[in-house]
């Protein structure tokens, strides 16, 4: 599998979350060779906390699959999974997980917690960072300069 194409995949829907304004995060599941499901963060446009990239496109590729278990399934997102994506990553049973740029400050995968390799958990997923990561920062680190530019929001540590 190239992780170098799927990865390209999510950073086109990190683009899209950009398009209604939403933190630039992409993600795609795919099963084989086939992208069984696509989401970008809709938390502001959804006025939902669950609107993750992640959950978007685990829902998607469930309802394509026809099950909510993804044993052999990949995701590709374009930032290190939060905590509760990084949950919900292995309740689905989730094969492996690959992110781009790191999330020093939520980070489930690696950096805060390594929820989906922890050895009390009941499944463990295979784990690849670093796959365009910097492609992956670089969106992030102009939404948020755009963003503390504008005043919507203060500045903060960088990515």
Not at 19 to 48: L, M
Not at 102 to 128: N, W
Request: aromatic letters at 6%; glycine letters at 10%.
């Amino acid at each position: 599998m190239n992780d170098t194409i799927y990865m390209k995949e999510a950073i086109e829907e990190a683009r899209r979350a950009l398009e209604y304004g939403e933190i630039p995060v992409g993600a795609v599941v795919v099963r084989g060779e086939e992208i069984v499901g696509r989401g970008h963060n809709v938390r502001s446009r959804d006025k939902s906390p669950f609107g993750h990239a992640e959950i978007a496109a685990m829902t998607e590729a469930a309802k394509k699959i026809n099950s909510w278990r993804f044993d052999g399934c990949s995701i590709y997102v374009t930032l290190e999974p939060c905590v509760m994506c990084s949950g919900a990553l292995v309740q689905c049973r989730m094969g492996r997980i690959v992110f781009g740029a790191r999330d020093p400050k939520a980070g489930g995968c690696r950096s805060l917690y390594e929820i989906p390799r922890d050895p009390r958990m009941y499944h463990r997923c295979g784990l690849t960072g670093g796959v365009l990561s910097e492609e992956c920062a670089e969106m992030l680190r102009i939404f948020f300069r755009e963003r503390r530019k504008a005043g919507i929001i203060k500045k903060t540590a960088p990515l």
